[in-house]
């Protein structure tokens, strides 16, 4: 789905504004439509209602924002074997199998994730950097290649990335969790 498609905007969107869509199809229906096409012209609004379903589901399970923050200041305090304890347990309860990787192992990747057969390697110890470059991205890929791994996720809790090094991950397949997708995982496994 397109980044800036009307699904994909409504999905971001707060959950009520697709209902209010759909309230407005409605009534475009019932204003413009003759009435034995009434029921035809109402139904064209019914994926725009999915979508509100599943924005509304989301947004329901989303942790609260204050409760996002609070982690991102815990995380921005802690030494690296805290966090990389702490990101392995959520790993762990969210049933992947985490292997840290270290000495020769370690080149490029800090953990490798397994489930159902499939590898991921993770990059983490960057997570405090103020800005992440193509750089690290390409280690992991490297990493990633050399492991027959299938997938990547370079962990960028608290700074920003880099176009060039969003551009890479999407080419690469690897995952950027940043910020507020760090905070979810951690307390969605808490």
């Not at 995380?75 to 020769?104: I, K």
């Not at 992991?140 to 370079?154: E, F, I, K, P, Q």
């Amino acid at each position: 789905m397109s980044e800036n498609s009307l699904f994909a905007v409504l999905l971001r969107s707060p959950w009520w504004i697709s209902f209010v869509v759909v309230g407005l199809i409605t009534l475009a229906a019932g204003a413009l439509l003759p009435k034995e096409y009434f029921v035809v012209g109402a139904l064209a609004g019914f994926p725009i209602f999915v979508v509100g379903c599943m924005a509304a589901w989301r947004q329901l399970r989303a942790p609260n924002p204050a409760k996002v923050v609070e982690m991102l200041e815990a995380v921005g305090s802690m030494p690296w074997r805290s966090f990389a304890d702490t990101l392995a347990t959520a790993w762990e309860r969210a049933g992947y199998s985490v292997e840290r990787l270290t000495g020769n192992n370690a080149t490029g990747a800090d953990m490798r994730l397994s489930q159902g057969g499939k590898t991921t390697l993770v990059s983490a110890k960057r997570w405090k950097a103020a800005t992440h470059g193509v750089e690290p991205l390409r280690e992991l890929h490297t990493a990633m290649t050399a492991a027959d791994a299938s997938a990547g996720v370079y962990v960028a809790a608290l700074g920003q990335v880099s176009e060039n090094a969003q551009a890479f991950a999407r080419e690469h397949g690897i995952v950027v969790l940043q910020g507020d997708a760090v905070a979810q995982l951690l307390l969605k496994q808490r």
